[in-house]
């Protein structure tokens, strides 16, 4: 049964989230003490103390950290993490390898890294510079995609009683046009809007109504509505 199949599927994901959940609850301090550490012989003395956290759980945690810090730009901790976390998926991947719990891997995969085998440590290096370049890409992916959260939030706050976007409209507006709503005269408005083709004067006048760069209601004001503060 397909259903049934994809039902299971999606329980089988929700379970994985909260289980990391749980675990990352438990265990934030530790992972994060653990991230810190920059000599092998501190790690390695740390998970031994702390064996449960050689998991994907933590190596999961540790990527979503690197990528808070790419975004927060701190650079020097970044480098720290992005270490740490390539150290765990190392023991992880040779615990698969070698088909054994993850756990017992700690003293064979630091045996070998601090032996410093010219091509395990190419290998290692590797994949930590690519590791920082993907966490680098998914962090400006981030950040890129904020800034149009927050741009689409602030175009919404801006949508005038029309429901057009004074700043929209203000750029299409012949220059004359502009010069007025700039200065707020009133009557060089006038003046302008009289000087236009009058189906070219209602059409402009309707998008500054509906934008909300003229106010009707408060012609005996200014009636103009400064366009880069609404």
Same mark, same amino acid.
């Given at each position: 049964? &397909?259903?049934?199949?994809?039902?299971?599927?999606?329980?089988? =994901?929700?379970? %994985?989230?909260?289980?990391?959940?749980?675990?990352?609850?438990?265990?934030?301090?530790? *992972?994060?003490?653990?991230?810190?550490?920059?000599?092998?012989?501190?790690? @390695?003395?740390?998970?031994?103390?702390?064996?449960?956290?050689?998991?994907?759980?933590?190596?999961?945690?540790?990527?979503?950290?690197?990528?808070?810090?790419?975004?927060?730009?701190?650079?020097?901790?970044?480098?720290?993490?992005?270490?740490? %976390? *390539?150290?765990?998926?190392?023991?992880?991947?040779?615990?698969?390898?070698?088909?054994?719990?993850?756990?017992?891997?700690?003293?064979?995969?630091?045996?070998?890294?601090?032996?410093?085998?010219?091509?395990?440590?190419?290998?290692?290096?590797?994949?930590?510079?690519?590791?920082?370049?993907?966490?680098?890409?998914?962090? =400006?992916?981030?950040?890129?995609?904020?800034?149009?959260?927050?741009?689409?939030? @602030?175009?919404?706050?801006?949508?005038?009683?029309?429901?057009?976007?004074?700043?929209?409209?203000?750029?299409?507006?012949?220059?004359?046009?502009?010069?007025?709503?700039?200065?707020?005269? *009133?009557?060089?408005?006038?003046?302008?809007?009289?000087?236009?083709?009058?189906?070219?004067?209602?059409?402009?006048?309707?998008?500054?109504?509906?934008?909300?760069?003229?106010?009707?209601? &408060? @012609?005996?004001?200014?009636?103009?509505?400064?366009?880069?503060?609404?």
């Amino acid at each position: 049964n &397909k259903a049934a199949g994809e039902s299971k599927k999606q329980e089988s =994901e929700e379970d %994985t989230v909260e289980k990391m959940q749980q675990f990352v609850e438990k265990n934030e301090k530790l *992972i994060k003490k653990y991230g810190m550490f920059s000599k092998p012989d501190d790690t @390695e003395a740390f998970l031994l103390e702390n064996t449960h956290l050689v998991c994907e759980e933590t190596a999961n945690h540790l990527v979503i950290w690197c990528i808070d810090l790419a975004v927060e730009e701190k650079t020097n901790l970044l480098n720290h993490v992005t270490h740490q %976390t *390539i150290v765990m998926q190392f023991m992880l991947e040779l615990a698969k390898s070698l088909k054994i719990d993850p756990r017992s891997c700690i003293r064979p995969f630091f045996a070998k890294f601090k032996a410093q085998e010219p091509e395990y440590m190419r290998a290692f290096n590797e994949e930590l510079d690519a590791f920082r370049d993907r966490v680098k890409k998914r962090a =400006e992916v981030r950040i890129q995609e904020a800034m149009e959260k927050y741009e689409a939030e @602030e175009r919404q706050k801006r949508l005038g009683p029309g429901g057009l976007d004074p700043v929209e409209v203000f750029e299409t507006l012949p220059k004359a046009l502009q010069d007025c709503f700039e200065s707020k005269d *009133i009557e060089l408005l006038k003046k302008t809007i009289s000087s236009m083709n009058p189906k070219d004067a209602e059409y402009y006048m309707k998008q500054c109504v509906d934008s909300g760069l003229w106010v009707p209601e &408060k @012609e005996s004001a200014t009636g103009l509505v400064d366009e880069e503060t609404e």
